[in-house]
């Protein structure tokens, strides 16, 4: 459980500190894709490596700003918790090698960011008293106003995978030595 509770750590600390380039907000450049990643890859039971991104989800929303509606809030949460899926298709990339694992973890970031930037502005678009006309114009505008928003998510996604998978690597590493320096 030490592994579940830093991975929830560094989801919560990652997602309230609010990284700015150039004094501009570097709007969802959060560790929770990366943390979702590694917990599908860590954790063998799903509903255990989907809890570590809800829980950093519904950790940090407490000192954050409420989603509006609990339709909406559902999907951010279904679009967070998305990339858990992702962790046996890296498990299994990782056997055929290291080039095949970097591709499927930089793959899985990216399909992540993408998940959520479709799935959290269509729902916006669709809700029923939304801010956008339900026509092709409206889903239009929706992801046009969406895109400033999105437009650090995939560097900040594919950032954070490789820190948070060379942490777990690390940690790992650390472990093997503390465990054959306890038998030794």
Known sequence: MAAWGALVGVAVVGRLWQPTWNGEPLWNVTPLAAVALAAGTIFARPLVAASVPLAGAVISNLFLPAYGSIVMAVVVYAAL????????????????????????????????????????????????????????????????????????????????????????????????????????
């Open 81 to 184: 918790a998305w990339p858990v899926l992702m962790g046996g298709l890296i498990r299994r990339a990782a056997a055929r090698g290291a080039a095949a694992r970097y591709a499927a973890l930089g793959g899985g970031s990216l399909a992540s960011s993408l998940v959520f930037f479709l799935s959290t502005n269509f729902a916006c678009w669709a809700m029923p008293d939304g801010l956008y006309p339900h026509t092709a114009a409206g889903l239009a505008a929706c992801f046009t106003a969406a895109l400033p928003f999105y437009r650090w998510m995939p560097a900040g996604d594919l950032a954070w995978t490789a820190l948070v998978f060379a942490g777990v690597a690390l940690l790992s590493r650390v472990r093997v030595a503390l465990t054959a320096a306890e038998t030794a």
